[in-house]
T-cell receptor
C-alpha cells in the first residue's frame, strides 16, 4: 500500500499557484518525499524531492511540515501544460517507488 | 542527453502469445526498474536490477513474467502466454548510483501492451 494520501483531483486557474497537498503521517526518519507528474501517455517525470527542509527548483517548490507528516507541492504559476496526474512518493531513496493514485490536476484557461 | 527509451511503444498480442519488451536506460545508470501501470492507476513495481543482478523480483505477478539485463545495460521484460489481464503500460526507469543517499528515477515513455 502507498504510504501517502492525496486528493483525487484539483482544479487551478491558469497563472495562479497550484498547491498540491500530500499526507505521509507514517514517514520514517530516513525517508524522502518525492514528487513526480505524469502527463497523458507519457512516463512519470521527476519534479522535486526533499528530506526535511523546504526545496525549490525551476519547476516547483516543496514545503515539508516540521513534523514531516505532510507536504505541499507548489507550482507557482500554473500553465495549461501543467495539467497532469501528480504523485507524492515516500521512499528511502535507493529503491522501488510505491505510487498511489495521485492527484489529477486540471489547469483551467 | 538521451533519456530512457522503450520499444515497441505499442504492442498488440493475441492471448497465449509471448512478448518481449525492451528498455534502453540512460547510459551509465546502474539501477533499472520495471513497473506495470493499469488504466487509471499509478505504476506498480515489478522488478529491480543493479547492474546485471536482479535484486528484487517480488512484484512480478506470475512465473509467466521474466526480466533480464545480461550486460548491465539494456533490459528485456518477457511475458509468456499472455493473458488479457496483462494488458497495461509497462514502464522502465533508470537511476544513477552516486553514493548520495537519494537519487531520482528517470522513466521511459512506456510500452502499451494490449492482449486480445
Amino acid at each position: 500500500d502507498a504510504k501517502t494520501t492525496q486528493p483525487t483531483s484539483m482544479d487551478c486557474a491558469e497563472g495562479r499557484a497550484a498547491n498540491l497537498p500530500c499526507n505521509h503521517s507514517t514517514i520514517s526518519g530516513n525517508e524522502y518525499v518525492y514528487w513526480y507528474r505524469q502527463i497523458h501517455s507519457q512516463g512519470p517525470q521527476y519534479i522535486i524531492h526533499g528530506l526535511k527542509n523546504n526545496e525549490t527548483n525551476e519547476m516547483a517548490s516543496l514545503i515539508i511540515t516540521e513534523d514531516r507528516k505532510s507536504s505541499t507541492l507548489i507550482l507557482p504559476h500554473a500553465t495549461l501544460r501543467d495539467t497532469a496526474v501528480y504523485y507524492c512518493i515516500v521512499t528511502s531513496g535507493t529503491y522501488k517507488y510505491i505510487f498511489g493514485t495521485g492527484t489529477r490536476l486540471k489547469v483551467l484557461a | 542527453g538521451a533519456g530512457v527509451s522503450q520499444s515497441p511503444r505499442y504492442k498488440v498480442a493475441k492471448r497465449g502469445q509471448d512478448v518481449a519488451l525492451r528498455c534502453d536506460p540512460i547510459s551509465g545508470h546502474v539501477s533499472l526498474f520495471w513497473y506495470q501501470q493499469a488504466l487509471g492507476q499509478g505504476p506498480e513495481f515489478l522488478t529491480y536490477f543493479q547492474n546485471e543482478a536482479q535484486l528484487d523480483k517480488s512484484g512480478l505477478p506470475s512465473d509467466r513474467f521474466f526480466a533480464e539485463r545480461p550486460e548491465g545495460s539494456v533490459s528485456t521484460l518477457k511475458i509468456q502466454r499472455t493473458q488479457q489481464e496483462d494488458s497495461a503500460v509497462y514502464l522502465c526507469a533508470s537511476s544513477q548510483q552516486t553514493g548520495a543517499s537519494s537519487y531520482e528515477q528517470y522513466f521511459g515513455p512506456g510500452t502499451r501492451l494490449t492482449v486480445t
